[in-house]
């Protein structure tokens, strides 16, 4: 079945560094398109990043220029460096996936908790 496992979520100081991975299993991941979510306590679910299957990228205007979103084909792992952080990227990032760019992401993960304390 599809599954979507992230981890590196913990905490840090503003100003610094993480790097998000997600584990993919059950599908042909090469195949499809990759996004990183963000929800934070009180506020809807946002699009953070997204890979699509050829390579190209794009992101929410809040983290432009400051987080990467890259993706390893072979090893099925889609990842999210975020530097220069700050409180309002604490939230809990989920990675989803979609099959064409016309339709919804889905298949959730658990989501790993981001907590960036000023």
């Known amino acids: 079945q599809v599954q979507l496992v992230e981890s590196g979520g913990r905490l840090v100081q503003a100003g610094g560094s993480l790097r998000l991975s997600c584990a993919a299993s059950?599908?042909?991941?090469?195949?499809?398109?990759m996004g990183w979510f963000r929800q934070a306590p009180g506020k809807e679910r946002e699009l953070v990043a997204a890979i699509n299957r050829d390579g190209s990228t794009n992101y929410a205007d809040s983290v432009k220029g400051r987080f990467i979103i890259s993706r390893d084909n072979a090893k099925n792992m889609v990842y999210l460096q975020m530097n220069s952080l700050k409180s309002e990227d604490t939230a809990v990032y989920y990675c989803?996936?979609?099959?064409?760019?016309?339709?919804?992401?889905?298949?959730w993960g658990q989501g790993t908790q981001v907590t960036v304390s000023s």
């Open positions: 989803a996936r979609r099959v064409i760019r016309a339709a919804p992401f889905n298949s």
């Open positions: 059950g599908f042909t991941f090469r195949s499809y398109d």
